[in-house]
């Protein structure tokens, strides 16, 4: 591996000028120096691109690309256009009102010198609120055991779909650009909802990852976040299934958490079915629940 491989860190953004500032700060500050930062902006406004020309006089690894508009599925698109566009060995995503520890780059790329077969590399993150203030733990963003080490990609795979993301948000993970075709990849079918976890399994069915017990990134926690959205929620709600039903399929998902877990799902969606089949968004699912005989 080359000794200072390019790392891009992509930021899809929309309409939030104050945080993704911040967020594009902590990316600027890295002390791991070769960085592509690469922005697709979805603003229905020129405020962010205005922030970032500013900085563009200063600073030349910014690759700045202006959308016109939201390019559609709640940055999902955008975020594709993101990883079309990198150069790097290394992806970091960052998303636009999370921040960087300064030293996040350089600490996780030493893990895959110091490795082998890792395919990711991930870290505790802190909570933040939408004034930057440190707020306690969740259950998904405890540290785990084993940490500094590398963890079996299977069991991770697992306890990903048993527990929840405690791997964490695009912003947390870095990986080869190489071995991810397209972010939200799994299986041969996209995510829309659960991107980062549909990711994250793909890449650990291949390898081992490495948590690091070091605060690397931070996770603001706001009103206006993508997933307060019913369609969102929704969306959640549905592909939870495809991941358990995956997990099952490659025996890391017990046959009794898989029975309970359909049949609290079942009671879930069933009131959900009318919104589900009248709104085009979910039209990709529709298939699953004639599958299932819901509809």
């Keep these: ?13 929309h309409n939030r000028p104050q945080y993704f500032e911040l967020s594009l700060i902590s990316a600027l500050s ?3 120096a070769n960085i592509e930062i690469i922005i697709c902006d979805d603003s229905t406004d020129y405020r962010t691109k205005n922030i970032v020309e500013k900085y563009m006089k200063v600073y030349k690894n910014i ?3 202006f959308n016109g ?3 559609g599925e709640r940055g999902l698109i955008n975020m594709h256009k993101c990883y079309s566009l990198a150069n790097g060995e290394f992806i970091n995503y960052l998303n636009d009102d999370d921040i960087f520890d300064r030293y996040k780059i350089e600490k996780m790329i030493q893990c895959f010198y110091i ?21 306690a733990d969740i259950d998904v963003t405890k540290p785990i055991a084993n940490m500094n080490q590398p963890i079996a990609g299977l069991h ?6 048993l527990q929840g993301n405690f791997i964490g948000e695009p912003t947390t993970v870095l990986f080869r650009k190489r071995d991810v075709s397209k972010f939200g990849l799994l299986n041969g079918r996209q995510f829309y909802a659960l991107v980062d976890i549909a990711t994250w399994i793909s890449l650990l069915l291949t390898g081992n990852f490495v948590y690091m017990s070091d605060t690397l990134s931070y996770f603001r926690i706001h009103e206006s976040q993508n997933t307060m959205s019913q369609e969102i929620r929704i969306k959640i709600l549905l592909e939870s299934l495809i991941l358990v039903d995956y997990g099952y399929s490659i025996s890391v998902v ?3 958490f898989y029975s309970r877990f359909y049949s609290e799902w079942t009671l879930l969606v069933k009131p959900l079915i009318p919104i589900i089949t009248s709104i085009e968004c979910f039209k990709q699912y529709w298939p699953l629940l004639k599958k299932l005989k819901m509809i």
């Excluded at 591996?1 to 930021?11: A, F, Q, R, W, Y």
């Excluded at 082998?116 to 203030?133: A, F, P, Y």
């Design 115 to 135: 490795y082998e077969n890792i395919k990711l590399v991930t870290s505790h993150r802190g909570i933040i609120d939408k004034n930057g203030n440190l707020l």
């Design 63 to 65: 690759k700045y690309f």
């Design 254 to 256: 017990p046959a009794d």
């Design 69 to 71: 508009g939201q390019l």
């Design 30 to 32: 890295q002390s791991y």
């Design 156 to 161: 991770a795979i697992g306890k990903l779909i």
């Design 1 to 13: 591996m080359d000794n200072n491989p390019l790392v891009s860190v992509l930021i899809a953004t």
